[in-house]
């Protein structure tokens, strides 16, 4: 997938190394690339919905990854998180970006199966990946799979919040592994919210984690970008700062 310049939004970036980015729009795609490994940034389209994303690696390489691109009627999205540090995660990570940018299925489960086979016989067997891959179509239709991964949100424009729990085990392991597609439909209004488990489990000084509750209760706002840096404010009030694991955040309203 090539870049596409920016028509409305924002790619911000620095070295990575304790530098932190972010991209937000009315998107075809948004993707954060470090050391160059992910896409910028946010064109507008003709059926938008508001995209932002923030990606802060805890050292210089990460092994978190998210992925968004429009394709035909749909937007893509993809958000997860590679076991382990360092450099080899970081590429494990770019060999994921890489094969997720040839999705072609339209099932988000297939599209799992198909990033599972291809990493299976590529990484070390104490290596693999949970994530969450789906699409948003232009008439509301909301598909996911998730791989282990932490629950997304749904946030429903009556303010109620609807976690999407595993449809499947972590990805790169099991020989017989098989993911199943959830399916709803995404109203004008509300949002969807993916993340990693730095938000989930960043400490407070004295050892509590973040957890959940906390990430549903800021989960509110009127754009995706107030969203997920409502969410960080919180985060980082409740860590005191403190960041011992990768971080991303990628939220999308209609």
Known sequence: ?????????????????????AAS??????????LALFPYPLPATRH???????????????????????AAERLWFALGDVAGKGLSAAVVMAMIQEELERTTCDDPA???????????PLIPRNRFATAVIG?????????????????????????????????????????????????TTFRRGEALVLYSDGVLEARSPDGEEFGVARI?????????RQIAEKILAAVNHHSGGVRDDDLTLLAIRR
Not at 2 to 21: D, F, L, M, N, Q
Not at 216 to 224: M, Q, V, Y
Request: glycine share 14%.
């Open 25 to 34: 729009g009315h998107a075809d795609h948004a993707t954060d690339r470090q």
């Open 216 to 224: 549903e209760s800021n989960a509110g706002g009127t754009s995706a």
């Open 135 to 183: 699409y948003i179509g232009d008439d509301g239709t909301l598909k996911i799979a998730n791989a282990g991964h932490c629950p997304p949100l749904i946030v429903r424009s009556g303010g109620g919040i609807e976690r999407i729990d595993s449809t499947g085990p972590v990805i790169g392991v099991l020989s017989s592994s098989q993911w199943c597609t959830f399916e």
């Open 48 to 70: 938008p919905l508001d995209v932002h994303a923030i990606s802060i690696p805890a050292a210089a390489f990460t092994g978190d990854f998210y992925f968004v691109h429009r």
């Open 110 to 120: 297939a599209n799992m199966m198909r990033l599972h086979t291809f990493l299976r």
């Open 1 to 21: 997938m090539s870049s596409v310049p920016a028509e409305s939004g924002i790619a911000t970036a620095r070295p990575a190394g304790g530098g932190w980015r």
